[in-house]
Nanobody, 118 residues
Framework: VQLQASGGGLAQAGGSLRLSCAAS????????LGWYRQAPGKQREMVAT???????NYADSVKGRFIISQSRNNNTAYLQMNNLQPSDTAVYYC?????????????WGQGTQVTVSS
């Protein structure tokens, strides 16, 4: 199973960016997808997750600004990031819980840098 992240880059404060996270390989069922982020000198934190049934969790810091959605047909989740702030600057990691047979494991994709300038 591979998680491929795309999107990110540089934005000005108040701007928008969109991230994608696609699961591929021996995927039985994608139970959940989402993003975590890690800023320099800080611990990795959950940003947003969405599960197979569409149940969503957001970090308090992004509620009302970020929107997560998914396409179950192609095992992809999207994170629309609006009204970006310099505090959103971090490496964003694609995350997923994937079931293969009777086993469900956690997978991580490569990080993608998001930089927000003031």
């Amino acid at each position: 199973v591979q998680l491929q992240a795309s999107g990110g880059g540089l934005a000005q404060a108040g701007g928008s960016l969109r991230l994608s996270c696609a699961a591929s390989g021996r995927v039985g069922r994608v139970n959940a997808l989402g993003w975590y982020r890690q800023a320099p000198g800080k611990q990795r934190e959950m940003v947003a997750t969405i599960n197979f049934d569409g149940i969503i969790n957001y970090a308090d810091s992004v509620k009302g600004r970020f929107i997560i959605s998914q396409s179950r047909n192609n095992n992809t989740a999207y994170l629309q990031m609006n009204n970006l702030q310099p505090s959103d600057t971090a490496v964003y990691y694609c995350w997923g819980r994937v079931r293969i047979g009777l086993r469900s494991d956690t997978y991580w994709g490569q990080g993608t840098q998001v930089t927000v300038s003031s």
